[in-house]
């Protein structure tokens, strides 16, 4: 691996931070070991990432109709300007470009709110050269005109309140219809409906139209399957071979059930040390929780962590008939929980510029029932996060001691990561469903009360002294860190990524508030978990560890018989009762104490960049990585080499 400038002193002075603007801040991460893969894995790699930076364009079309229109018009105002560069007007272009590169369009990636640009319209159009369409003008910078990207408010019809582009001139009512009339409710391998779709109306009717090759987004996806056909040759083992070859199937075909064939491969190749994902995956993105957002991570493993990761998926029988729910609803059999830990080599699409830090797919859940899933905690992108967050003084402003600040330097990054492989090696894949019940039943709070169940089933163990038996952690209070850390989250600090007035939104926002009100609130009368004033300022006191621990045992023991029993109602209490609203005053505060530290709440990351080192024959004798590119070169870069579906 050639070093570049930025990491020139050595990997001790790596530089984590690329950008800040905005509520944003940029960091890179690094792909420590990379250079010790075989050639044969680096080029695997190569072409990987080149599959993955092939649909960047697919996901910002479906996040908004005028997405690439517009970036492409801010992109050319951007290049083409002459003028003096610290005029306002200049620097605020500058910055909605960030933001919008942010948010894969003109949406917050995490409120959903869509951003109102700071440069005036007169100013756009005089730079532009020519006036853009009246409606265009609105979309940009009228506030009243697709606020959101994704609403979630309970009582409106969700589709046509929501500005991304999954469904077009058709209501909730009519798509709900369309879809269940296509389901079998006794199906047990039931195809993943609507994922790969976008659903109109034409003549009349309510349609599909199919992400595929010759289908939407077939410039995009040929690209994809172009780059997959080229990593084919350097496949590690023969299941990996399979794996790709159905995937292009797949792309080629539209055939969700190539997609299941697909997922299940994928999800029983656990040879390859090289992996990725390359496709439609996560539903956050439809307010319905269908269609799934194009999105490609392209991993490898990291040896030495994924022993730990290992550790649990060993000994997942274990928890799970310990776990604190009704007996009736743990899985007799918990099959194939695999897990690792990777370092990303590439984000991109729904993961890029923010990312996961942990993943477990597939979301079939007939296939994690029959197949398992694979679960996967990305550690060089925790490292990053980790490494850029000391010292920038969050902790001396909201813990509430010393001790505490000193248990969570010495144990809140390991348990962190613990609480992610136990959230996604064993708490999603835990408990079942009875017979009969629709796995969509919680429906607007699917995902919300998903990621309750799978955090609590990682808190709750976190503090089980089997994984100190197991050498997992080395000090039976050292959980406690993450439990501190989590109802100061869960109570307060989240907050600052609320704007004043706004209620929570967000999927796993949700899930933690909801957990830790719920504690808050149900340990009251024994005092577990206090919030208790110094100086005008809020403090969380926690007194009772082991009681909080019990905590979540019942509240796990409740969401589990929720989701087994497919009780909508009581899961929609439980959201709308702990997981919605917001404090005005603790936001507040919150938000003032915040301010003064000038951290940004959320994170993105750019890429490393590879190349191809060739020989004289043009043959691939390396790939060498870069880090130094910066955010606004990235993206100049993405759009001008992989934006298929740009006109
Ligand atoms: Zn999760």
């Known amino acids: 691996m050639a070093l570049t400038a930025t990491t020139a002193q050595g990997a001790d002075k790596f530089n984590y931070v690329v950008d800040r603007f905005a509520d944003i801040e940029i960091l890179r991460y690094q792909v420590p070991g990379f250079e010790d893969l075989s050639l044969n894995q680096k080029t695997l790699i190569y072409y990987l990432t080149e599959a993955a930076l092939q649909g960047r364009d697919i996901l910002w079309d479906q996040n908004g109709k005028y997405n690439l229109e517009i970036r492409k018009m801010m992109e050319d105002v951007y290049t083409n300007y002459n003028g003096d560069k610290n005029d306002p007007q200049y620097l605020a272009l500058e910055r909605y470009l960030k933001q919008i590169w942010m948010g894969n369009g003109i949406h917050h990636h995490y409120s959903q709110d869509k951003f109102i640009p700071d440069f005036t319209p007169a100013w756009f159009v005089a730079q532009l050269g020519h006036k853009p369409s009246e409606e265009l003008m609105g979309v940009i910078f009228d506030p009243n005109i697709m606020p959101k990207r994704v609403n979630q408010a309970e009582g409106a019809d ?288 699917g995902s919300t009360l998903e990621e309750t169940r799978a955090d609590l089933f990682a808190l709750y163990y976190l503090a089980d002294p089997k994984l100190l038996e197991l050498g997992l952690l080395d000090n039976p209070d050292a959980y406690k860190a993450e439990y501190y850390k989590y109802m100061l989250n869960g109570l307060m600090t989240q907050l600052m990524r609320i704007e004043p007035g706004k209620d929570i939104e967000e999927a796993h926002m949700r899930n933690r508030a909801l957990i830790a009100r719920w504690a808050y609130e149900k340990g009251q009368p024994n005092h577990v978990v206090e919030m208790v004033k110094n100086d005008g300022k809020t403090y969380i006191q926690i007194n009772d560890y082991p009681a909080l621990r019990q905590l979540f045992g019942d509240l796990l023991r409740e969401i589990q018989r929720i989701k087994s029993e497919g009780d909508y109602e009581a899961g929609r209490d439980l959201v709308e009762t702990y997981a919605v609203k917001v404090d005005p005053a603790l936001h507040q505060e919150v938000l003032a104490r915040y301010a003064k530290l000038n951290i940004a709440p959320y994170k993105g990351f750019v890429n490393p960049v590879y190349t191809p080192v060739l020989d004289a024959d043009g043959k691939i004798i390396d790939i060498n990585v870069d880090y130094s590119e910066d955010y606004i070169n990235q993206h100049l870069r993405y759009s001008r080499d992989y934006s298929p579906l740009t006109r």
């Open 158 to 445: 969700l589709i046509l309140t929501s500005a991304n582009n999954l469904y077009e001139g058709v209501t909730q009512k009519e798509v709900e219809d369309y879809y269940n009339a296509l389901k079998n409710p006794n199906d047990s391998t039931p195809i993943s409906y609507g994922l790969n779709a976008k659903v109109v109306k034409k003549d009349g009717k309510v349609v599909e139209e199919v992400y595929k090759v010759g289908g939407l987004y077939s410039d995009a996806i040929r690209r994809i399957v172009e780059n997959l056909h080229k990593a084919i040759p350097f496949a590690e083992n023969d299941k990996q071979r399979q794996v790709i070859n159905e995937l292009i199937r797949f792309y080629s075909t539209g055939d969700l059930k190539a997609f299941d064939d697909y997922s299940i491969l994928w999800v029983e190749d656990l040879d390859s040390q090289v992996d990725f994902i390359n496709g439609f995956i996560e539903s956050y993105g439809d307010p319905l929780g269908m269609t799934g957002s194009w999105e490609s991570i392209v991993n490898y493993k990291n040896q030495e962590a994924s022993h730990r990761t290992e550790v649990i998926s060993e000994n997942a029988q274990w928890f799970e008939d310990r776990s604190p729910v009704d007996p009736r609803f743990r899985k007799p059999e918990v099959k194939g929980v695999s897990a690792k830990v990777i370092n990303a080599a590439i984000l991109a699409g729904d993961s890029y510029p923010a990312t996961p830090i942990g993943i477990n797919l597939p979301n079939a859940n007939w296939i994690r029932a029959a197949h398992g899933s694979k679960s996967v905690t990305i550690e060089n992108i925790t490292q990053a996060y980790d490494e850029a967050s000391h010292g920038n003084g969050f902790n001396e402003e909201f813990v509430i001691d010393q001790p505490t600040r000193d248990l969570m330097d010495k144990y809140l990054f390991i348990t962190d990561n613990l609480h992610t492989d136990l959230h996604e090696c064993l708490g999603h894949g835990s408990g079942q469903l009875l017979p009969g019940v629709d796995p969509d039943a919680l429906k607007a709070h």
